[in-house]
């Protein structure tokens, strides 16, 4: 069971988000430099990403005013948590300074002890805190704590950015599910490949790399088994060293064949099938020395994989964030289902006249257009990437 | 016959495009002055707008060095050109002067007598020149008589924008057709409107807010017929004083029925029909008394209006540029046929599911992708603004 997580619990904590007794924070000068240091602590937060979930990322910073003294982040699941691995490089030097954390720090025994302990016994005297930690366990409390022990608390400083990098984390705790990015590459006429089904060479170069890229920022790239048999995917990201998401592939009749690459190559321990049919003999066979996972989910009354329980069960696995990369299928049922957290259109500078549409498999047919939010809109190289979320 | 545009010649002048003499225009002091005046050029000629087709729209400033002398713009067809204007109102002051103008001067006599002329017997010792005009009576041979008389010039001073903004007198002399911007509405899934056909929803007030001025950016805006029988639009610009653009309706078979807004408002002078039957006798005995205008055009091998032929009667006309509006089918038959100068794509922030397509009407099937290059993204409003190009 991972540290932070754990089943319910009514907040009973409210937090004052603006503290504004004589803390420091109170002149332009000094929130620029609280502004500095909870950067750094998103920056180091990153360095354990892939590593930590279902735990959050965070980065810890102490600092003497403008005087850096430690730095520490969370590196994996079960590792000391950021602020513990900044007070001990501190030492004695952490009495009367500040310490900036991403996240508000914990106040219950879990894998660790409480970080909470540790920073009142170092003598810690301001806290800047990103965001609260929403697992009900702390949902304020550890803030609480720290005030009650007389250290001046902050909390709320970039927060956009300090939810945003734990967006899988805060989506698991709040939706007991993974936070979910749905990729599409369209033609401008809406098609995700040409009349004979290629799609390849929909997008150009500089999409590529922004979508391997998105890769190593999730804990999974998902995708159905018709894009498994039309372009036999690796679904890697850019450098296969460190962190390799976890590749899973919805196979509701468990078809998928041993020489394609995500069950064959040599991360293929990094793979997921997702089936209704575990129990096919011969697939099992196949699969036994293999180290591939299989994971059983039930049918829901169109015979596709019930989406809702597909994610629940991932989320359990630990997969806190999930990277979806097509094909139509399962664009539409995402979609209709609204199980979409973000979506990411690329447009590329085609007309293709006719092809392959990019949704479908509506589990029924709209009544109502789906709506969206466009969040951000840029050029990409020689396509444009759309931003947005659903309303 | 328009007085700036005939039908072919050989350019035979050279033009210097950057003059490095003693010129004021040395200092960046200088070019930031330049830049002032050609910009209030620009100006200017935008208040010729709609009238002067297919004449360019002209501006015209004398100055001495950061003091304003006197200003003119070519205000319609066949009134006096903007140079002779601005020339006019200065009088003696213009002697020793510098003179602004987005376009070269004219030399030769049309509707008016050449500008050059005027400008050299005005006494003006420099010209500041945004663009060369193409029209082979013209080409370069009007800088070549100022300079052989002895006066400064500089030609191609934010050339880009004034090119821009005689871009349909430009495609006019260089293609013998009008400049042509298509704009299509679109939802994520390529769709024009949903499964009932409606489509007025699709795209949000500031798209709408922007259409409408792009109406009388243009000298005439164009829809198909099935567009007319849909929707029933009039075609306005936001505002209905001054410059309305011709309204053109594609209608091979002479089925527009005299109810239809466009043939029967207060404005149905402004609007013309493009049909293969004008013998219909019962349609020309329905029109006869109403001063819609009806233009006859052949019918490619597919029975659809041949398009070439239709642009070609229009620029004789005296239309520089037209708005197409749609439907799937005329947008399907420009793009098939690359007579697209412009494309607006809105992306509205909605999928759909079922729909009527971007484009049909494709007059073969396309074997290759049609490429575009984006040339500008952004947010209006809810929705998203794709300007391209076919490449």
Same mark, same amino acid.
């Given at each position: 069971?991972?540290?932070?997580?754990?089943?319910?619990?009514?907040?009973?904590?409210?937090v004052r988000m603006e503290e504004d007794g004589k803390s420091r924070a109170q002149s332009g000068f000094f929130m620029d430099q609280i502004e500095k240091w @909870?950067?750094?602590?998103?920056?180091?937060?990153?360095?354990?990403?892939?590593?930590?979930?279902?735990?959050?990322? $965070?980065?810890? /910073?102490?600092?003497?005013?403008?005087?850096?003294?430690?730095?520490?982040? *969370?590196?994996?699941?079960?590792?000391? *948590?950021?602020?513990?691995?900044?007070?001990?490089?501190?030492?004695? #030097?952490?009495?009367?300074?500040?310490?900036?954390?991403?996240?508000?720090?914990?106040? !219950?025994?879990? +894998?660790?002890?409480?970080?909470?302990? #540790?920073?009142?016994?170092?003598?810690?005297?301001?806290?800047? $805190?990103?965001?609260?930690?929403?697992?009900?366990?702390?949902?304020?409390?550890?803030?609480?704590?720290?005030?009650?022990?007389?250290?001046?608390?902050?909390?709320?400083?970039?927060?956009?950015?300090?939810?945003?990098?734990?967006?899988?984390?805060?989506?698991?705790?709040?939706?007991?599910?993974?936070?979910?990015?749905? +990729?599409?590459?369209?033609?401008?006429?809406?098609?995700? #490949?040409?009349?004979?089904?290629?799609?390849?060479?929909?997008?150009?170069?500089?999409?590529?790399?922004?979508?391997?890229?998105?890769?190593?920022? *999730?804990?999974?790239?998902? /995708?159905?088994?018709?894009?498994?048999?039309?372009?036999?995917?690796?679904?890697?990201?850019?450098?296969?060293?460190?962190?390799?998401? !976890?590749?899973?592939?919805?196979?509701?009749?468990?078809?998928?064949?041993?020489?394609?690459?995500?069950?064959?190559?040599?991360?293929? +321990?990094?793979?997921?099938?997702?089936?209704?049919?575990?129990?096919?003999?011969?697939?099992?066979?196949?699969?036994?020395?293999?180290?591939?996972?299989?994971?059983?989910?039930?049918?829901?009354?169109?015979?596709?994989?019930?989406?809702?329980?597909?994610?629940?069960?991932?989320?359990?696995?630990?997969?806190?964030? $999930?990277?979806?990369?097509?094909?139509?299928?399962?664009?539409?049922?995402?979609?209709?289902?609204?199980?979409?957290?973000? @979506?990411?259109?690329?447009?590329?500078?085609?007309?293709?006249?006719?092809?392959?549409?990019?949704?479908?498999?509506?589990?029924?047919?709209?009544?109502? #257009?789906?709506?969206?939010?466009w969040e951000k809109v840029e050029q990409l190289g020689g396509d444009v990437l759309l931003q947005g979320r659903l309303t």
């Open positions: 069971m991972p540290d932070r997580v754990c089943e319910t619990q009514t907040p009973t904590v409210k @909870l950067k750094r602590t998103l920056e180091l937060a990153e360095q354990g990403r892939g590593f930590t979930s279902p735990n959050p990322v $965070v980065g810890a /910073v102490i600092a003497d005013g403008d005087k850096l003294i430690a730095e520490g982040f *969370h590196s994996a699941f079960g590792a000391p *948590h950021a602020e513990v691995m900044a007070l001990n490089q501190a030492g004695a #030097a952490a009495r009367a300074a500040a310490l900036y954390v991403n996240l508000e720090p914990c106040c !219950y025994f879990g +894998k660790t002890p409480p970080c909470v302990d #540790a920073i009142i016994k170092a003598g810690i005297s301001e806290v800047y $805190v990103g965001t609260i930690d929403r697992n009900p366990r702390v949902n304020g409390a550890g803030i609480k704590i720290l005030e009650n022990a007389g250290l001046k608390v902050r909390v709320g400083i970039l927060e956009d950015q300090a939810r945003r990098i734990n967006r899988g984390f805060l989506t698991y705790i709040e939706k007991q599910r993974p936070w979910i990015t749905l +990729k599409l590459a369209l033609s401008v006429d809406g098609f995700i #490949a040409d009349a004979t089904g290629k799609s390849r060479w929909i997008t150009g170069a500089e999409a590529r790399k922004f979508v391997l890229a998105q890769r190593r920022k *999730h804990d999974a790239i998902m /995708v159905g088994m018709g894009t498994v048999f039309k372009d036999d995917p690796a679904l890697l990201p850019e450098e296969c060293t460190g962190f390799i998401p !976890y590749r899973i592939v919805l196979d509701e009749d468990f078809n998928m064949p041993p020489r394609m690459k995500l069950v064959s190559d040599e991360f293929r +321990k990094r793979t997921v099938i997702v089936t209704n049919c575990g129990e096919k003999p011969e697939k099992l066979r196949q699969f036994q020395n293999s180290d591939v996972q299989i994971i059983r989910s039930s049918k829901d009354e169109f015979g596709w994989l019930d989406l809702s329980e597909v994610f629940l069960k991932l989320a359990k696995f630990g997969i806190t964030s $999930v990277y979806c990369e097509g094909g139509s299928q399962l664009a539409g049922s995402l979609i209709s289902q609204r199980l979409v957290d973000e @979506l990411q259109i690329f447009i590329a500078p085609k007309i293709l006249g006719e092809g392959l549409r990019a949704f479908s498999g509506f589990l029924q047919s709209l009544d109502q #257009a789906i709506r969206l939010e």
